[in-house]
């Protein structure tokens, strides 16, 4: 009876044990259809086909998300690529596996009565963080305007994409940056599209997914489990639409119908991928665009930031052709 006592205190332990290296959180730092293959992946119960006890946890800022990366309190982050490059190079260990969307997707709204970006001149912007892609992607237009986003207008800082629509709603900023689904029930209530940056075709990983060197190095099956899982997240919201747009209200907190229809057609039909390639143009311009403020970044090379074994496994595995056949 002791040896039996002995035995299923050793059995509970090594369970405890197992699921504990099982657990997997993955975090992801804007309210935005480009994670929708997480989003669906996780509803849909694909992270616990694959044996994880997952947890999705929304960070608002992809600089903060990169130093909690850094930290271990999480161990995938789904964030812009520049925030990923800067804490590289300032010694973090960490790697992209894949990007969730390759361009940046991004408008700048404002009243209607705003007819032109130079209206805007000593007025101000909300952006989410400086450095996010939403950052980035404000500084890019400006500067496509000849407007220097230093002096010629005023960038704040805002955080969440609900706290810049809602500063542009009550009148606090003039304009505001947006993206899917929000742009959508901006048009809605009547705010006009000023700029699109979205049209502007730049590369750009919008958002990335990071890891640490070490989970590389010590659980390298965690990350192919993890992206075999995301890439089922991504076919199952292409063949089930309307459980993608009930997780796509779930995760944004949007009930609008049309605004949720019009978001699930734009990310499936023109943006999100059926597996997260990466695109090394864009990894070039987010190193680029991370150069003006990180010297170091000047002689780096963009291959030096990404690990593409895990996507490489993918293709190879078979896969993709035995979900899109």
Known sequence: MKKLVIALLILSSFATSASAADRLRIAYSSISAAYLGIWVARDAGLFAREGFDDQIIFIPSATQLAQVLVAGDVDIASLGGGPVMAASLSGADLKVIGNNVNKLIFSIHTKPEVKSLEELRGKRIAVSRFGSAADIAARTALRKNNMDPAKDVILMQLGTMSNMFGALKSGAVEASVVSPPTQFLSEKLGFKEIVSITDLDLAYPNPSMAVPGELIRKKPEVIERFL???????????????????????????????????????????????????????????LDDVARTVPAAKNAKPEQFVDLRFLDRIEKSGLLKELYR
């Open 228 to 286: 075999r899982a995301y890439v089922r997240g991504v076919h199952r919201a292409r063949i089930d639409r309307d459980g993608a747009i009930k997780t796509l209200a779930k995760f944004t907190a949007i009930s609008d119908t049309a605004i949720l229809n019009r978001t699930y057609d734009f990310y499936m039909a023109k943006v999100i991928e059926r597996a997260p390639y990466i695109n090394m143009q864009g990894m070039q311009n987010a």
